[in-house]
Nanobody, 114 residues
Framework: QVQLVESGGGLVQAGGSLRLSCVASGTTFSTNSMGWYRRAPGKQREWVATISSSGITNYNYSVKGRFTISRDNGKNTVDLQMNSLRPEDTAVYYC????????WGQGTRVTVSS
């Protein structure tokens, strides 16, 4: 059973930075694509970024150039470096193992004040 534990959220002013981290277990991490998603208040969950097993990345247009997804296969972790944060980035952020798309962690809350 895939388990995902996110951390690193918090309150930050607009223009600031945060680094989110996710630890995965119960999965063949190094062979799987991993992703970050978010759910803003009153909205549906949306895709943020994906990183393949070989390190190829893709980003939602709304975060491209500001966020960077990375992974450490030795530690089974996937990180999301978020720079130039905006109030509209406020959301609960979740990581996902794309081989097990119904498995979700508890998420980590990011609040960006204006």
């Amino acid at each position: 059973q895939v388990q995902l534990v996110e951390s690193g959220g918090g309150l930050v002013q607009a223009g600031g930075s945060l680094r989110l981290s996710c630890v995965a277990s119960g999965t063949t991490f190094s062979t799987n694509s991993m992703g970050w998603y978010r759910r803003a208040p009153g909205k549906q969950r949306e895709w943020v970024a994906t990183i393949s097993s070989s390190g190829i990345t893709n980003y939602n247009y709304s975060v491209k150039g500001r966020f960077t997804i990375s992974r450490d296969n030795g530690k089974n972790t996937v990180d999301l470096q978020m720079n130039s944060l905006r109030p509209e980035d406020t959301a609960v952020y979740y990581c996902s193992d794309l081989s097990s798309p119904t498995s979700w962690g508890q998420g980590t809350r990011v609040t960006v004040s204006s």
